[in-house]
T-cell receptor
């Protein structure tokens, strides 16, 4: 069964460093998302992406964050200068159609980001 | 403001019993609701969804009930098994961008 994959599973970085989290969405999906989950808290929406541009972003997704689909298979989240409060699980998700309207979002296993 | 919340943070049931996990939402404009299961160290796994034009939907061993009058959503798991032990999140969508708003989560523990 097709699934969303994410690398790395765990990333440790120093405060102020740049990190890139990578995702390979399900191959025929067209809509891509990033969410994060701080330990013990609920999953929070960061950004949605369609047709090579951001569709929607949350207040969390400030100028330190960016997303890119560099090729036909990868979808990346970059944090330019990490802060301690960026420590969380980051989940990538994808859907074929627009989630809620025509289709369901499927989530990857997550990348645990630890900022020291 | 928008919020989706769960009534109970933990639920413990005996193997074989039925489980009911509840969720309250505050945005009456929400028109799509999903239940996800999250096992430790893994991403949310889709269980079942329901649209606002329905009040009940059944899957394999799971049923979702939607009461729009009181803005309440529930997940019923029949014959709960140890493999059902996980955190269960409800999520809602109320816009055209696909953004999901998640609730706090309920941890289901199944005793053998």
């Amino acid at each position: 069964e097709p699934e969303v994959t994410q690398t790395p599973s765990h990333q440790v970085t120093q405060m102020g460093q740049e990190v890139i989290l990578r995702c390979v969405p399900i191959s025929n999906h067209l809509y891509f998302y990033w969410y994060r989950q701080i330990l013990g808290q609920k999953v929070e929406f960061l950004v949605s992406f369609y047709n090579n541009e951001i569709s929607e972003k949350s207040e969390i997704f400030d100028d330190q964050f960016s997303v890119e689909r560099p090729d036909g298979s990868n979808f990346t989240l970059k944090i330019r200068s990490t802060k301690l409060e960026d420590s969380a699980m980051y989940f990538c998700a994808s859907s074929y159609g627009l989630a809620g309207i025509t289709d369901t979002q499927y989530f990857g296993p997550g990348t645990r980001l630890t900022v020291l | 403001g928008e919020s989706v919340g769960l009534h109970l943070p933990t639920l413990s049931v005996q193997e074989g019993d039925n489980s009911i996990i509840n969720c309250a939402y505050s945005n009456s404009a929400s028109d799509y609701f999903i239940w996800y299961k999250q096992e430790s160290g893994k991403g949310p796994q889709f269980i079942i969804d329901i649209r606002s034009n329905m009040d009940k939907r059944q899957g394999q061993r799971v049923t979702v009930l939607l009461n729009k009058t009181v803005k309440h959503l529930s997940l019923q798991i029949a014959a709960t098994q140890p493999g059902d032990s996980a955190v269960y999140f409800c999520a809602e969508n109320n816009d055209w961008g696909g953004k999901l708003i998640f609730g706090q989560g309920t941890e289901l523990s199944v005793k053998p």
